[in-house]
């Protein structure tokens, strides 16, 4: 490191097993003022115990309203490399594939504009540049743009997509989880350039139930893939495990959530009505098990983090859905959620937490899909249907 700073408390941070991103910004700072300033503030953080980013304020490109989030320092004139810190989100690629060339390619451009600190990936999903000032946006745009990046989205306003490897590199995978994100990512670039939402709207698609990119917990609207039918079973294959020494009993059918699957010592049973399509199974015993043949996807809405009521899982809102180019449905669909979310959404209310004032009742009537048994969330609990006069025959 350049030792402009004494960091005693930031290298106790280095000491762990884990790779530290303390690190990480000393080896930036060796050539860059930006990232060893930074490196001064955050310790001082750590000895005062207290922040010293400003956040906020309008700060972008041309023609865009989400892309770069503004950051400041409170401290501008003890860390002048920091006065402007600005983060600028870039689209990432469906499935995160890139090229060394590419990476490389983008490196060298922040290293010319900004600190040279990274994060790759942020939580969205966007290949996130962190810090820069005011006056070299417009530049790093143009160097990006011209070389077929783009902005993510930020604020109140839909969030890249994302997605998990699926067919790319996943053979268990049950939709085109790369081509769904790539059109969606074109089908909704206003929505995610120019912020107008309540608040944030993120979609993550995930190829089967395993859910690698962790949608049911992280997105307002997860699209997860599954199957219609009968797990495929090849029960020689079954045989083989049992030979080489796998605890069927223990590791597959006691540990199926729903119970419906039976081991006689060489044949597994699967009740394919009871099975939820979890994926537990087909996991472990991958060359024994497959999905059934006709694959779709189940749309589920309202994940968030906890901030204003708490943290809050997806549910099921589409149990099936096929899901082929040019998603046509789907993307209907989705605007139709957006429109109805618009309308009735406080500022900064997620789509989930006006599912939980409003109840599903509405929404589903304003989507066009009927009430479904796979909607209720829990036992027992308020599965959202709130009957009106007219909903009885007399």
């Known amino acids: 490191m350049s030792g402009k700073y004494k960091t005693p408390m930031l290298d106790e941070l280095e000491k762990g097993p884990w790779p530290s991103f303390v690190t990480e910004i000393k080896k930036a700072a060796k050539k860059s003022p930006m990232a060893e300033d930074e490196l001064g503030q955050l310790e001082k953080s750590y000895r005062t115990k207290r922040g010293y980013w400003k956040h ?235 999905p059934g043949k006709e694959k779709g996807a189940t749309l589920l809405m309202g994940s968030k983090a906890p901030i204003v009521v708490g943290s809050l899982l997806s549910w099921v809102i589409v149990p099936f859905i096929k899901l082929e180019a040019p998603y046509t449905e789907l993307k209907t669909l989705i605007r139709s959620m957006i429109e109805w979310w618009d309308d009735n959404a406080k500022p900064r209310e997620r789509i989930g937490e006006l599912l939980e004032s409003k109840g599903m009742r509405p929404f589903l009537e304003h989507i066009g899909v009927p009430p479904q048994p796979q909607q209720v969330k829990e036992p027992r609990k308020d599965p959202f249907f709130f009957w009106s006069e007219s909903d009885f025959k007399r």
């Open 56 to 290: 906020g304020g309008i700060v972008g490109v041309l023609g865009y309203g989400g892309g770069v989030i503004g950051r400041y320092s409170s401290l501008p004139e003890e860390f002048p490399g920091i006065a402007h810190f600005h983060t600028v989100r870039i689209n990432q690629t469906s499935g995160f594939f890139y090229t060394a060339e590419s990476l490389r390619m983008i490196c060298d451009i922040w290293d010319k504009y900004g600190s040279g600190l990274t994060n790759v990936h942020g939580s969205t999903g966007d290949l996130v540049l962190l810090g820069t000032t005011t006056e070299n946006l417009e530049a790093i745009f143009a160097e990006y743009s011209s070389r077929g990046w783009d902005l993510g989205g930020s604020g109140s306003a839909m969030r890249t997509p994302s997605c998990c490897v699926g067919p790319g590199r996943c053979e268990w995978s049950n939709i085109d989880t790369l081509d769904i994100t790539y059109e969606l990512t074109q089908e909704f670039q206003d929505e995610l350039h120019r912020p107008a939402f309540p608040y944030k709207f993120k979609i993550k698609t995930a190829g089967c139930a395993v859910d690698c990119v962790a949608a049911i917990a992280r997105a307002d609207l997860s699209i997860i893939g599954t199957w219609k039918g009968n797990i495929q079973i090849d029960q020689a294959e079954v045989k083989k495990y049992a030979s080489s020494g796998m605890n069927i009993q223990k590791e597959i059918v006691e540990m199926c959530p729903t119970e419906c699957m039976s081991f006689n010592g060489s044949e597994l049973k699967i009740n394919d009505v009871e099975c939820n399509r979890c994926m537990h199974c087909i996991a472990k015993m991958t060359k024994a098990l497959r």
